[in-house]
């Protein structure tokens, strides 16, 4: 079960709302509110309002459809704030040097998407990868001593030389007992 909600025209800028909200997103619905009502942001109480307005279409929209649905089960689905208009004031502020700035009001809409999460079961192979699978798509760290400007080329450079020296080692000390024997095998031969 999915319900949307949505508040248009609030007032404070976009950007200081995206802070809020996405402190709550994916969260259950009662950690959420009780999040949005601690938060000492001036965007918090709106956010909290569309969000309890999205709880109620959610058990409304159950309700239409004889389905019983608890609102501690709900959780964020999605939510996002859009910027919406500037109203450009007449009134100007103080600003340096004599000049002044034109007074700006920001608003903002608030979407908040709740869900079950009964039907977001994604199959086994999709979706997120696993840690596993990030850790070895991930770049190795550069060696010890590399500066951020073509430091780090140099220092690898110089890993892939360390490397080839001790594989060569490697290398001869397996052909080492291979010769000796070798050898042996000639000194019985004659």
């Known amino acids: 079960m999915e319900a949307i909600a949505s508040a248009k025209y609030l007032r404070g800028s976009a950007q200081k ?9 994916g969260k259950r619905v009662g950690e959420a509110l009780a999040i949005l009502r601690f938060t000492n942001k001036r965007a918090a109480g709106h956010i909290e309002k569309c969000l309890r307005s999205a709880i109620a279409n959610a058990t409304e929209k159950a309700e239409r459809q004889n389905v ?3 609102p501690d089960d ?10 919406g208009p500037t109203k450009h004031r007449r009134r100007v502020r ?12 920001h608003f903002c ?3 908040v998407e709740v869900s079950t999460g009964q039907e977001e079961t994604p199959a086994k192979g999709k979706g997120r990868k696993s840690a596993k699978a990030v850790a070895e798509a991930s770049p190795k760290p550069a060696a010890k001593g590399a500066s951020k400007k073509g430091g780090a080329k140099k220092a690898a450079a ?3 030389a360390a490397e080839k020296k001790t594989a060569s080692k490697r290398a001869s000390k397996k052909a080492a007992p291979a010769e000796a024997t070798t050898a042996d095998e000639s000194a019985t031969q004659e």
């Open 94 to 105: 103080p600003a340096p040097q004599g000049r002044a700035y034109r007074e700006q009001r």
């Open 158 to 160: 110089g890993g892939d």
């Open 109 to 111: 809409h608030v979407t």
């Open 68 to 70: 019983a649905v608890d």
């Open 17 to 25: 709302a995206r802070l809020v909200v996405d402190m709550i997103r």
């Open 74 to 83: 709900l959780f964020v689905k999605t939510a996002f704030v859009d910027m």
